[in-house]
């Protein structure tokens, strides 16, 4: 995994204001594995894509991440704190450079289901029916690759049978791609009340993308109107040294 440079993920960020999340992560992978093909990233699973979009987060901006909630009950304002490794899941930390996904099987009752896990693509195609009412059968209906079942032969019949099996395939398909569900158990401070929230990498990354865009940016503005510099000049410049020469514009103001 390459980390990009500070020019690379300005065009990122630039490129993506006008995106949807989803080609967002893709696009900000593409940087940390140019040498892999744009399809097999998009089919890496929620979980993959999630674990890999943390890592580069932690080689761009670190490993604390800081984020807010509001308590549901009594409105208070809650400060979270905590690591990358706090929630990446155990060994996702250490996956092998991106790959095509696999097929996994589960037995359910008298069926043996084959599946894939939702990728990309899944949710992109999803997101585009914006009027889809029942999200979780059109992902089904996409991933579950075959239905076995010694009774039946035509495929209708084996179809049919995906939903008395939906939540056992559902819960198979959590635990087989764990990094999918970030939840943080939360309690109140001030009301006791508890609840889980759902933690969202892509989201919660491409916040701090923008934040930061806009301040480099006011500093390319600051430094290219005192010295007269060009904007990738200034984007190239070790960022200590851009500090200094910031220092000593304000200083001097
Ligand atoms: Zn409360």
Redesign the pocket.
């Known amino acids: 995994m390459q980390t990009p440079s500070i020019c690379e993920l300005v065009s990122v960020w630039e490129w993506g204001l006008t995106k949807h999340p989803v080609q967002r992560a893709l696009k900000l992978l593409t940087t940390a594995f140019p040498q892999t093909p744009l399809d097999t990233l998009a089919q890496l699973s929620i979980g993959q894509r999630d674990a890999y979009l943390l890592t580069l987060r932690e080689l761009v901006f670190g490993p604390k991440l800081v984020s807010l909630a509001s308590?549901p009950?009594?409105?208070?304002r809650l400060e979270l704190a905590f690591d990358v490794a706090d929630i990446m899941v155990e060994g996702m930390h250490l996956l092998p450079e991106p790959k095509l996904q696999e097929t996994f099987s589960v037995d359910v009752g008298d069926c043996q289901v084959q599946f894939r896990l939702p990728n990309s693509l899944d949710i992109a195609d999803l997101v585009s029916h914006n009027n889809i009412a029942d999200s979780e059968q059109f992902l089904l209906e996409r991933c579950v690759l075959a239905v076995h079942n010694h009774c039946k032969q035509t495929t209708d019949e084996l179809r049919a049978d995906i939903p008395s099996i939906r939540d056992a395939i559902v819960r198979h398909m959590a635990e087989v791609d764990p990094q999918a569900d970030m939840q943080f158990n939360l309690v109140?401070p001030?009301?006791?009340?508890q609840w889980q929230v759902l933690f969202d990498i892509l989201l919660f990354f491409w916040q701090e993308i923008d934040a930061w865009a806009y301040r480099i940016l006011r500093e390319v503005h600051t430094l290219a109107s005192a010295y007269g510099w060009h904007e990738a000049d200034i984007l190239g410049m070790n960022p200590h040294r851009r500090q200094f020469y910031l220092q000593l514009i304000t200083s001097k103001n």
């Open positions: 308590c009950h009594c409105g208070e109140c001030s009301c006791n009340h």
